[in-house]
């Protein structure tokens, strides 16, 4: 009787270790599982942080490129009103300054118009040509006080910068390259050249008898007059 009760003392035990693995799993697997659900969440919760800043740098370079796009529209904007802002400030200026100068011009046209009914029937040429002289004078003034200068031609040496030579003059009474008259004269308008003056410079003669003669007019290699009879 008690090697039966042995027996099934030691079947009892067996079966005790038996419920106890069934109810109370190894502890090593349990480890691993929680460590592998842990590093799942890990993994997870990277890549929801990865999206988070790239979904975050998306929306600045969406910010970023608006913020550029209105800084550029403004500046677009901007240029268009200078644009027009200017073109509205020369169309100004242009109109002042025509108005200033017909202003000026305005006693000369009175004073032709003086001069005009003053010689009408007249027979007196000094007194036509008085008048002449009076409205020359008072357009030089208007010419003056607008910047116009006439160039200084008559005596001085050729600049070819202000001046045109038309002719050249044969003669020993000036140095060479001497302006010694004017044809038509120039003009000026404060350090701007608007006309040349036209003029005949003086060269060397080669004779005394070649003096007052231009280029055109001296005599040729054998020494026969080119003017014909």
């Known amino acids: 009787m008690s090697e039966h009760a042995g027996e099934k003392s030691d079947d009892d035990q067996s079966a005790a270790r038996e419920d106890e693995d069934t109810i109370y799993p190894d502890e090593e697997t349990a480890t691993e599982s929680e460590m592998a659900a842990g590093t799942e969440e890990d993994g997870a919760a990277q890549e929801a942080d990865e999206v988070d800043e790239e979904q975050s740098a998306v929306e600045s370079a969406r910010a970023e490129r608006n913020r550029m796009r209105e800084q550029l529209l403004r500046i677009a904007a901007d240029f268009d009103n200078f644009r027009k802002r200017s073109r509205k400030e020369i169309e100004e200026v242009r109109r002042r300054t025509i ?7 305005l006693p000369v046209i009175d004073n032709l118009e003086r001069a005009t009914d003053a010689t009408a029937g007249a027979t007196d040429l000094a007194a036509v040509a008085e008048g002449v002289q009076m409205v020359l004078r008072g357009f030089e003034e208007v010419a003056n006080r607008l910047g116009l200068t006439r160039v200084e031609s008559l005596g001085q040496m050729f600049d ?22 004017e044809v038509v004269p120039g003009y000026k308008l404060g350090d701007r050249l608007l006309r040349p003056a036209m003029v005949v410079v003086a060269v060397p003669a080669t004779g005394t008898g070649d003096q007052g003669k231009s280029d055109d007019d001296a005599p040729n290699a054998d020494g026969e007059d080119p003017t014909p009879e």
């Open 99 to 105: 108005e200033d100068t017909v202003r000026e011009v």
């Open 160 to 181: 070819p910068t202000i001046h045109d030579a038309m002719q050249q003059e044969a003669t020993n009474e000036h140095p060479p390259g001497t302006i010694v008259a």
